[in-house]
């Protein structure tokens, strides 16, 4: 899910910075450094929407750099355990599939598709009812749980199912 | 790391860091990430250059994914669901999923159900009315 929140960092300047473009500085290094990165506990900073409040600035001894703690506004991606959501397939395989939804990778292991779904193999991998009326492959849209995250320092990896009532395909590329 | 073992959206777990966060449903981060695109473009020669992955990715994502394009369809969008005493979470799962019936409903928010909020069937299926209503207006 998306979520507007406010975060705080503290950003560090040189003195060389320092002028009446303070400020348009601080904020295009803020957006430089976090907007793209990924933690644990907030998710993916997709954008900076704003810029709340930047507070009084400390000289750190020795270098003469500045750090200011600024207060930003930001849409970050955070997928949940339990949450619901559509994705797009990006790889089928005889282990699953991967799907994509926005920054986030999501495996789906063959446990977690229904049993009377097949992995046929070929140019354009799949997975298919035996009566070939629901398929799974690349660029097909579905609609799944995740079920569990891994959180890294850079990365956030999940694992869904669409074993559950009202999820899987929602479209396939081919109809 | 107690409260990541506890996290669990359909219960409405997800700490309350979230929980008391705003919420935005695909259709509104379209319209944030498109005019942050529109600036960038105007701003940089190279606005391809200046986005990170997960800006690209996202954008991509949501504009795949939004179910309604209109940004004033989607304020009353938000404006209905939020007659039903949802919390901010599941009132984006429901108008990012669109669901159909009311027993749909329940099973992609199943925490409407258990918070006691007299949010009864009757309650349910007019929402979804209510919903897909706009959408054909859209």
Redesign the interface.
């Known amino acids: 899910?998306?979520?507007?929140?406010v975060l705080e960092r503290n950003m560090q300047l040189h003195p060389r910075h320092f002028g009446r473009d303070l400020r348009p500085k601080l904020v295009s290094k803020l957006m430089k450094d976090v907007?793209?990165?990924?933690s644990g506990r907030h998710g993916?900073?997709?954008?900076i929407?704003g810029v709340e409040n930047v507070g009084n600035g400390l000289i750190r001894d020795g270098t003469g750099f500045v750090t200011f703690p600024v207060k930003y506004q930001c849409?970050v991606?955070?997928p949940?355990?339990?949450?619901?959501?559509?994705a797009?397939v990006t790889m089928v395989n005889k282990m699953g599939f991967f799907a994509?939804?926005?920054?986030v990778q999501i495996f789906v292991s063959n446990h977690l598709i229904p049993d009377d779904m097949e992995f046929q193999s070929g140019d354009m991998p799949n997975y298919t009812t035996s009566d070939g009326s629901v398929k799974i492959q690349k660029e097909s849209?579905v609609?799944l749980k995740?079920i569990g995250t891994r959180v890294d320092a850079t990365e956030i990896f999940c694992i869904g199912t669409i074993k559950?009532?009202?999820l899987g395909v929602i479209s396939d590329p081919t109809s | 790391m107690s409260a990541e073992e506890e996290e669990n959206a359909a219960e409405l777990k997800i700490g309350d860091e979230f929980l008391k966060a705003k919420c935005l449903m695909n259709c509104e981060v379209a319209i944030i990430l498109d005019h942050k695109y529109e600036q960038l473009q105007q701003t940089s020669e190279d606005p391809m250059n200046q986005m990170s992955q997960v800006f690209e990715k996202s954008l991509q994502y949501v504009k795949r994914f939004s179910r309604y394009k209109n940004p004033d369809t989607v304020r009353q969008v938000r404006e209905i669901l939020s007659r039903y005493q949802l919390a901010e979470f599941e009132l984006c799962v429901l108008g990012n999923l669109c669901p159909e019936t009311v027993e749909e409903a329940i099973a992609m928010v199943p925490s409407i159900r258990s918070r006691g909020r007299g949010l009864d069937d009757d309650a349910i299926e007019k929402m979804l009315h209510d919903l897909s209503l706009i959408k054909k207006f859209d």
């Open positions: 899910m998306f979520f507007h929140i907007e793209g990165t990924c993916f900073i997709v954008a929407t849409v991606f955070r949940f355990k339990g949450e619901i959501l559509e797009v994509e939804a926005g920054p849209e609609r995740i559950d009532d009202f």
